[in-house]
C-alpha cells in the first residue's frame, strides 16, 4: 500500500500563486508516476497534471502555462506550483499515484490522498 499526504491549498486572490505537496509512503517502491487531479462541485474530476519517474510531464490544457508539476524522488515527494490562479481553477486537489503513467494520465490511478481545496477568489 501506499499513502499519500497532500499539503499546501487555501484561498488566494486571482492572478495569485500556491504550491501544492505531496508526500508518499509505504510500498513506494511500485510507484512510477505521481499526479495532481482536481474535482470541483458539481464537476467531474478532472486530471491536472502527472510526472513519471524519469520526470516526463503531462498537463491539462486548462493549466498549460501556468501550472508546473515536479518531483523529487529522494524525497518520495511531487510538488504542484500554480501560479496565475483564476476562479475556475478552485477545487478539491487530489494527489494520486500509480506504477503506469498511462493510468494517471486517464485518471484511473490506484492511489490516492485525501485532497486540499484550493479556493481563489476574483
Known amino acids: 500500500q501506499v499513502q499519500l499526504v497532500e499539503s499546501g491549498g487555501g484561498l488566494v486572490q486571482a492572478g495569485g500563486s500556491l504550491r501544492l505537496s505531496c508526500s508518499a509512503s509505504?510500498?513506494?517502491?511500485?510507484?512510477?508516476?505521481m499526479g495532481w487531479a482536481r474535482q470541483a462541485p458539481g464537476k467531474q474530476r478532472e486530471v491536472v497534471a502527472c510526472?513519471?519517474?524519469?520526470?516526463?510531464?503531462n498537463y491539462a490544457d486548462s493549466v498549460k502555462g501556468r501550472f508546473t508539476i515536479s518531483r523529487d524522488n529522494a524525497k518520495n515527494t511531487v510538488y504542484l506550483q500554480m501560479n496565475s490562479l483564476k476562479p475556475e481553477d478552485t477545487a478539491v486537489y487530489y494527489c494520486n499515484a500509480d506504477h503506469s503513467p498511462v493510468r494517471l494520465v486517464l485518471g484511473i490511478g490506484e492511489y490516492w490522498g485525501q485532497g486540499t481545496q484550493v479556493t481563489v477568489s476574483s
Open positions: 510526472v513519471s519517474s524519469g520526470g516526463t510531464t
Open positions: 509505504g510500498s513506494i517502491f511500485s510507484i512510477n508516476a
